[in-house]
């Protein structure tokens, strides 16, 4: 059953390397990741299970040791899910959408090592009931399961936002603050799918697929980031 989850903000950003002389402005997200990943180590899992957006070619399952790359940002930036490469046979081809490379950064930077740990791309267009009905399975793959969650909030904060200013932007990331903060399951399955994409928040679709897994779990939320300083709402978030 699900133990512990942590929701952190997926930007590449988040990557001093990739932010470069920006990244400053970022310095409290990064803190507050790292502080939620360090929850879910004392969780004590038995399995660790990252979920973030992805393109059609990133989408599914990502096995432990699967590489990802910031190239595509001007970075020669490699890193690997979990700590360790896979051997031989196992070697794994298929690059990490960059959600995950985010995750993967964020687990290195971490030292990780508690838990094995895979990976799952989600896409955007998944229903709500798909996504729940995905996070029942992750939660039943072990005794004492932890999800990495990964996901922005509205793209449309201000008017130099990715999407433009959207008025409905702040209250729909104020809504969503409030049910990772309370870990309320039901606030995040009822989360309106097509106003998601509007806002383009591409964090929708991962955190139902964490609703679906915290079913039944009875864990308590608290939030420990909330900001859009790029007219992006980014979230950092701990259940357990």
């Known amino acids: ?129 798909r996504c729940a009905t995905a996070g029942r399975e992750l939660g039943g793959r072990a005794d004492r399961v932890a999800l990495l969650v990964m996901g922005d909030g509205s793209a449309c904060r201000t008017l130099k936002a990715p999407g433009y200013l959207d008025e409905r932007a702040a209250a729909f990331d104020e809504g969503v603050a409030n049910a990772l903060g309370a870990a309320d399951t039901r606030a995040l399955m009822a989360l309106d799918t097509e106003l998601a994409y509007e806002l383009k928040a591409a964090g929708r679709a991962p955190w139902q697929v964490l609703a679906g897994a915290a079913e039944g779990a009875d864990l308590a939320g608290r939030l420990l980031y909330d900001d859009a300083p790029y007219g992006v709402g980014y979230f950092v978030a701990v259940w357990s």
Do not use: K, N, T
């Open 1 to 129: 059953m699900l133990v512990a989850a942590a929701v952190c903000p997926c930007p590449p950003l988040l990557v001093p390397a990739v932010a470069a002389g920006a990244a400053p402005e970022l310095d409290a997200a990064r803190a507050a990741c790292a502080d939620a990943v360090g929850l879910l180590a004392a969780s004590r899992p038995d399995l660790l299970v990252v979920v973030g957006p992805a393109d059609q070619d990133g989408r599914g399952p990502h096995p432990q040791g699967a590489p990802g790359s910031f190239a595509g940002f001007g970075v020669d930036l490699r890193v690997r899910l979990g700590a360790s490469e896979p051997d031989g046979d196992a070697r794994v081809e298929r690059e990490l959408p960059s959600s995950l490379a985010v995750a993967a950064w964020l687990l290195e930077r971490a030292d990780w090592s508690d838990a094995p740990v895979e990976g799952l791309g989600v896409g955007e267009p998944l229903e709500a009931v």
